[in-house]
């Protein structure tokens, strides 16, 4: 039998990007060209963590970040390689990375790179040698307009979630997808392979309002705060299923898709939670929100927090937003 070409239309994400840009008559394409670089850069790194065992880049440097983590070989990479996918693209003034230490300024802060972006090269590393999904998160925040050139770039990375102007990442899971929001809704895209591009397989994609899974490492349960292990014990009691992978970017893509709610609470060894705000919680928090869900740090919208450092921590409660609020009252109800 001859084969038929598939009905619909096929959508890049590069297309998808121009015509979003299309709604907005003041773009000037930059911002087009700026995603391009971190879907280039995203496909690189697809690139060696599908060939990780035959490519050597297995196991550790040797080394500790800034976070006092061991790096991962692919860590290492994946940081390179969106350094060199984005540090030409001359509208861009500074990046900066889960595994630097200070902002990298691309252009002279005077100059017209417009826009900041933050991201976490490769997300899950304890799951890279064991074949277990990991994946690229990213933000984009525009410079402001109020900071004297002389002052630094801190005070144009130590912005609120709320300002950003994108955010999105990449699962390298049984297929690769990338999601994104330029605050329109989230869209998602899946990297077909014979061609080289990710190709729209869901606009606007929503959140379930509620879903029976909770996703925590509850292996720290007796050093979490009162309310959640209160959560913990209600939820089992209603007969919620749970599910851990151990990777932010695949337990928000599932809770993204399947409803339900992910935490990483404080505990007594991370008394501000694992998890950073600038580059992990703020973008997965705009996608949560943009796809009808919430993120709270136990306290307030993830996305209202004035960041005071570049590699600040966050507890994180975020999916449904039932989910979220019950976590929330479990958590308001005392500790
Ligand atoms: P990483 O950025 O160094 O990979 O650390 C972040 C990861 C998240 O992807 C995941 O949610 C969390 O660490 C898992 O931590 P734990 O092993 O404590 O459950
Ligand atoms: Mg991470």
Redesign the pocket.
Known sequence: MTPRAHPRNITTVAQHIIEQQRAHPTATGQFSWLLSGITLATKIIESYVRRAGIANVFGGTGDENV?G?QVQKLDVIANETIKRCLGYRGNIGILVS?EEDEPRVIQNLKGDGRYVVLF?P?????NIDVNVSIGTIFSVLAKRDDVWPGEGPEKHVLQPGLKQLAAGYVVYGSSTVLAYTTGDGVHMFTLNPDIGAFVLHQERVTMPDKGKTYSV?EAYRASFPDGVQRYLDWAKGENYSLRYI????A?FHRTLLRGGVFL?PPTKKSPQG??RLLY?ANPMAFLAEQAGGAATDGRSRVLEKVPREMHERTPLVIGSQQEVARVQEFLSAGS
């Open positions: 976070q983590e889960e976490d490769l997300d899950g590393s304890s490492n151990g990777s932010l970017v337990d990483y694992k998890l992990e």
